[in-house]
């Protein structure tokens, strides 16, 4: 049979990008990763038990998108697609857990490194695997700790990693903090049971510790007069640690949570229904620091998305690819 899928044509890149603003020069990028943290567990996402009050701002003040999918449902493979701005199936090694990047595969935060930026990661970035170097720079002890020791005439790209929703759990955590475990709301393929309940809302406990992180990290860069001229990313890399979640490719495996802010470059409050992937990443920071994206590279810029001032289905499709199976 015969599939028809659109395919988005790329903005050209590699010459300046006509949305930077000369007075502020090129933007900060702060990519904020959780690890295991799965769609729709969000307040703006209209889930009423977990707390996410900092992802809920980044919506409100800047984009919503509504269907980000990651490339693989497993860590290592995830990340190395973010990093290349490719599909995980063509890494070689790098498609596996517990991996290493493979030699010669660009990598967004290293073509950020050699064009000026200054780079460096916190807890969690790329992984879990094995390297001798990370692939994301320099580790630091949080961004406090980055933003003293960073080269203030130089952009920066930081990868605000962390651990957390991954298991395990310290059990009965999220009933300890004050969620009301009979709230919680279980997806169809599980049985109603209190034990299942009490998980989740130790898991949302963790996804809360992780959005109050991300809001200290806000306050800085206020504190600190960089929040306009930065460009935060806050998401995580696959659905949550429960079966037929992560490892699956259900969407509750693949659909994450996915919100993106730019100060008063992009228009503030819109929520896109475009199909994303985590593969338009890396292609999307380059473009915005005005650098070509290399043909490896099989994701496309989002910049489309962000500049447009509608909400809804944004994107032009010029072409039409027909596959046969």
Known sequence: FTVGFFVPQQCSAGSEPPFLRPSLGRPNILFCLADDWGWPHAGVYGDKV?????????????????????????????????????????????????????????SFMFMLRDAGYQIGHWRKAYGPGKFPASPCGKYYHGLNDFLKKRDKTKPFSFWFGTSDPHRGY???????????????????????????????????FEVQRWDSDVGKALKLLEEQGLLDNTIVVMTGDHGMPFPRCKGNLYDWGSHVPLAIRW??????????????????????????????????????????????????????????VEAQF
């Open 50 to 106: 977990v707390k996410t009050p900092t992802f809920d701002r980044l919506a409100k003040e800047g984009v919503l998108f509504q269907n980000a999918f990651i490339s693989s449902p497993s860590c290592t493979p995830c990340r190395n697609s973010i990093l290349t701005g490719q599909q995980f199936y063509r890494l070689g090694s790098g498609a596996n857990l517990w991996s290493s990047p493979e030699k010669g595969q660009p």
């Open 263 to 320: 100060g008063s470059t992009i228009q503030s409050g819109r929520t896109v229904t475009d199909f994303v992937s985590f593969t338009d990443l890396a292609p999307t920071f380059l473009d915005v620091a005005g650098l070509k994206v290399p043909e490896e590279m099989t994701g496309k810029s989002l910049i489309r998305q962000f500049m447009n001032s509608d909400s809804g289905r944004n994107v032009f499709v010029p072409n039409i």
């Open 170 to 204: 310290q059990k009965g955590s999220g009933a300890r903090s004050g969620i009301n475990v009979d709230d919680v709301h279980l997806p169809d393929f599980y049985p109603e049971n209190k034990e299942i309940k009490s998980d989740i809302a130790d898991y949302y």
